[in-house]
């Protein structure tokens, strides 16, 4: 019974023991990784920056660092999730209101802008690593997020009735371009925050009556072929 024994005792929680303090030790370790990462990629860049760069901006040993991240990659991956979590809640509170694809459409823009200009450490981690972080555009709370952006989209497109509007295309469009807009954004002193939502909201607003249009365009067109299809059929007679 020996084994049963033990196997309860490591089932139960070890409050305040050693066990505890290992793991508030893993999460500072992680923590201060992710905070030397930043600080060194918005000094020097992605591609500028070494492992050897960041294990100093700490006080951890090498081998410390390997136990949590294998490689430098996985550094710009977890403090890009980090920002796009933080970005994914507020886009969600911002758009949980919206009436219209045009609410959809302006709010995504607002937020994602806004959110940029405020968090200094996303900021200077888009400055320097565009290129670095446009890559690798497939972590999980960036997927959530354009997922969320997608079923809004779609949502607002069903109800108002757009036939010609793909909820697909918009909604990655809208992703690329609040991301390549936003990277112009940075660049620019002072950000301007206000000129960027306006930018996109309107370039994107504006091609959706042209999107509409053309759908209808392309009905019409659809049932002229037919009736002359149906015209030569009988000879121009009327049926």
Known sequence: MFWQRGAVMADLPDVGGASGKRERNKAENRAAILDAARRVFAE?????????????????AAGTFYNYFPDKESLLRALFDDSMRRLHQRAKEGRASAATLADVVRATFRDAFTFLAE??????????????????????????????????????????????VDADYLTDAMNGIAFEVAASMVERTPVDVVGATRFATSLVLGGIPALAAGKKGESGRARGRVRERDARRTGGKKQ
Do not use: H
Request: glycine share 8%; proline share 2%; no cysteine.
């Open 44 to 60: 020097l860049g992605y591609d500028g920056a070494t492992i050897r760069d960041v294990i100093r901006g700490t006080t951890l």
């Open 119 to 164: 968090d200094r450490a996303a900021f200077e981690l888009m400055q320097r690593n565009a290129g670095a972080i446009r890559a690798i555009l497939d972590e999980p709370a960036f997927v959530a997020n354009r997922d969320d952006l997608r079923a809004d989209v779609a949502r607002a497109v069903r109800v108002e009735k757009l036939r010609g």
